[in-house]
């Protein structure tokens, strides 16, 4: 990249003053696409010839192909990192009302600020014309409108309100964020504490006609038809019936209602309550470990409320419900599948690990070794989040911020001396003059008379017919050395670089952004090392074509150049405005400080977050998880024991 500004150099060819040296800088060329573009169209021109050659040509075409390439890898990585990033968070956890703004590709904030601007003048002139109307049952969740007050039932708490809000229109998430809890459930899960709104007339049966009725509208405001959760409570305990059977479990007759899918008892539903409970942990293989927290503690022994006659009794009955393609999978709702694969996704690989042994709390004779089952994610976050990764992660982020502000000083400088080099008013580097007086005169001439238009362009007063430009200022010092001074620069030189001004700060900004994001979503120490240095590589595109492509003629040309003087106006700031340009200023206060703010902002913001909901999906624990409670013994305990006179010996 361009090399900052330096301090003018004192030189027997070039002696200054004290007043002329004060408040100078110098532009000295470095071995970059950039400087190259800077400096060698202004040589030509000093040398006396046109931009129209195939040298400048040349140096166009390999800073056009540089902005290419680099605007090219980085929009397209950069579409990819935030992409991936944003998908993996937002399918995993949504916050009811987050602001994704900080997620979104900077190039487009601007037209979908637009676009939701627009959006909300359409909808302010919908309601002025029309009544926003309600919506009932689940076919409308996914639709913007609100869901329909239910006509009867109980009234909902706050945080059901808020799930219910979070999950109306939008399924994208496993997990729920609210203020005070964390809900990772399918959605057949949140009909568990709905009794009073399916039983609306309160005889202590749910027909098949309220569940076709749904008052309480909980098919739009849960996103899942009351009728397919009718159904399924109808299967699972015909299906529970008959797998027992086969383990020595029995039960009482499958009611006649409930066969012929009429009518669900209280205590019916609440035997399916347990299984849709265990259900919720979606991976077979964790079955030992509902054995060691005691979810079938109250299930054993002779009489017992559960019917289980041993821990591998319980063990098959457990495997048997979440096994792929077994009870959970074929009584519940087909949410409950998706609901499976999306959280095997997000969880990653199992890994495994021997446990402790565990000792059937009624027959000590009764004894198995627990499997320990982890999840690669769960992993992966365990270490994201370790005192050491948060350091080491500090250090790279620190110096990728070092590398996006060293940019961003070359800009400002490149800028302060593109606003004070002098300009060459007079002089016609591209010969739009001659251009078009030539086109006149062809324009005016028989075809037979007029010469061709490239003859026009060659100065008549110059014999070997070199296009020239007649008001360039050469200064050649009088030494042995084979230098030249550019004392100023073209209008249109000018406006180009301009424009390489527009792009490298687009660059730094997008580049910037994106690549923090990048290092911000990488877990691994050797992965984040990479991740840095393939970063970095797209600054050094425009030094390594430089070094590949431009020829050596050139290079020795361009290193016979002096250094661009100019009067600087950062070196005329003072007191306040001049500290904040000052690198003991960025390197000390500023770098810090937002590399501080950086870490700390993902850590609360993402990778907490994430941990915590990949725990609660995962392995269904986590202080603020909705369902943990119900993997605890006591719960367990109260529902066997409210279940018992289902089971007959």
Same mark, same amino acid.
């Given at each position: 990249? !361009?090399?900052? %500004? ?47 050659? %195939? ?29 991936? &990033? ?29 676009? @939701?601007?627009?959006?909300? !003048? ?7 014309? &029309? ?13 913007? @409108? ?18 219910? @809000? ?46 076709? @009725? ?20 109808? !299967? ?6 008959a797998v027992s059977a086969g383990l020595g479990r029995v039960l009482e007759p499958v009611p006649h209602e409930i066969h012929n899918h009429q009518a669900i008892q209280q205590k019916h539903f609440e035997w399916w309550t347990g299984m849709v409970a265990v259900c919720a942990v979606v991976d077979m293989s964790r079955c030992g470990h509902l054995l060691e927290v005691g979810v079938f503690d109250g299930a054993f022994g002779p009489g017992s409320r559960g019917g289980f006659k041993s821990l591998r009794t319980a063990l098959d009955y457990c495997q048997k419900m979440l096994m792929p393609g077994g009870i959970c999978d074929n009584v519940l709702p087909v949410t409950y599948m998706m609901f499976r694969h999306r959280v095997a996704e997000k969880c990653g690989a199992p890994r495994f690990s021997t446990g402790p042994r565990y000792i059937n709390p009624v027959n000590k004779d009764d004894v198995m070794r627990i499997v320990d089952v982890n999840y690669e994610n769960m992993q992966t976050f365990e270490t994201a989040r370790s005192k050491e ?81 007649? &008001?360039?200022?050469?200064?050649? %010092? ?172």
């Amino acid at each position: 990249m !361009l090399q900052a %500004p330096r301090a003018p150099r004192h030189s027997p060819r070039s002696p200054r003053s004290n007043e002329e040296e004060h408040g100078t800088e110098e532009l000295e060329h470095i071995e970059t696409i950039y400087s190259y573009m800077i400096f060698y169209p202004e040589l030509m021109r000093k040398k006396g010839m046109l931009y129209w050659t %195939p040298q400048v040509g040349t140096a166009f075409l390999f800073f056009s192909m540089t902005i290419v390439i680099q605007i090219a890898l980085t929009e397209i990585a950069g579409r990819s990192i935030l992409s991936d &990033n944003i998908g993996f968070r937002t399918s995993l956890v949504t916050v009811p009302g987050e602001d994704r703004r900080f997620d979104v590709d900077p190039v487009r904030i601007v037209g979908q600020g637009v676009a @939701k601007g627009v959006e909300k !003048l359409d909808n302010l002139r919908s309601k002025r014309d &029309n009544a926003i109307e309600c919506c009932t049952g689940a076919d409308c969740a996914d639709e913007e @409108k609100p869901c329909c007050a239910a006509s009867a039932g109980r009234n909902a708490t706050s945080a059901e309100k808020a799930l219910e @809000k979070s999950k109306h229109g939008s399924s994208e998430s496993i997990c729920t964020a609210l203020p005070d809890s964390l809900h990772c459930t399918q959605p057949t899960f949140s009909f568990l504490d709905r009794w009073a709104d399916l039983d609306t007339d309160g005889n202590g049966l749910w027909t098949f006609e309220e569940a076709q @009725k749904d008052a309480a509208n909980l098919g739009c405001r849960l996103g899942l038809a009351a009728e397919e959760v009718f159904h399924s409570v109808c !299967l699972g305990i015909e299906k529970d019936v008959a797998v027992s059977a086969g383990l020595g479990r029995v039960l009482e007759p499958v009611p006649h209602e409930i066969h012929n899918h009429q009518a669900i008892q209280q205590k019916h539903f609440e035997w399916w309550t347990g299984m849709v409970a265990v259900c919720a942990v979606v991976d077979m293989s964790r079955c030992g470990h509902l054995l060691e927290v005691g979810v079938f503690d109250g299930a054993f022994g002779p009489g017992s409320r559960g019917g289980f006659k041993s821990l591998r009794t319980a063990l098959d009955y457990c495997q048997k419900m979440l096994m792929p393609g077994g009870i959970c999978d074929n009584v519940l709702p087909v949410t409950y599948m998706m609901f499976r694969h999306r959280v095997a996704e997000k969880c990653g690989a199992p890994r495994f690990s021997t446990g402790p042994r565990y000792i059937n709390p009624v027959n000590k004779d009764d004894v198995m070794r627990i499997v320990d089952v982890n999840y690669e994610n769960m992993q992966t976050f365990e270490t994201a989040r370790s005192k050491e990764f948060v350091i080491f992660l500090t250090f790279i982020v620190f110096l990728w911020l070092v590398n996006m502000v060293s940019e961003f000083d070359r800009i400002v400088r490149f800028t302060d001396f593109l606003l004070n080099f002098p300009v060459a008013t007079d002089d016609d580097p591209l010969a739009l003059k001659k251009i078009k007086r030539s086109i006149t005169r062809k324009l005016t001439l028989s075809s037979e008379e007029s010469e061709p238009l490239l003859s026009r362009l060659e100065d008549p007063d110059t014999p070997e017919h070199v296009a020239v430009s007649t &008001n360039a200022k050469v200064a050649v %010092p009088d030494n042995t050395e084979n230098t030249t001074i550019i004392t100023d620069i073209s209008a249109p030189h000018r406006i180009s670089c301009g424009f390489m001004i527009f792009v490298r700060f687009w660059l730094m900004w997008y580049l910037g952004f994106v690549g923090t994001i990048f290092l911000l979503s990488t877990y691994s120490y050797a992965d984040l090392l990479m991740n840095a240095v393939a970063l970095s590589f797209v600054f050094e595109l425009p030094g390594f074509f430089y070094v590949i492509l431009v020829s050596h003629s050139v290079k020795q040309d361009l290193e016979g150049v002096e250094p661009l003087r100019y009067k600087s106006s950062l070196m005329r700031l003072q007191g306040c405005s001049r500290a904040m340009f000052h690198r003991y200023t960025w390197g000390l206060v500023v770098i810090p400080s937002i590399c501080i703010i950086t870490i700390a902002w993902n850590y609360f913001y993402n990778t907490m977050p994430i941990y915590e909901a990949l725990h609660c999906a995962c392995l269904q624990s986590g202080s603020q998880c909705s369902y943990a409670g119900h993997f605890v013994r006591d719960w367990w305990n109260r529902y066997w024991g409210a279940t018992h006179q289902l089971t007959t010996h």
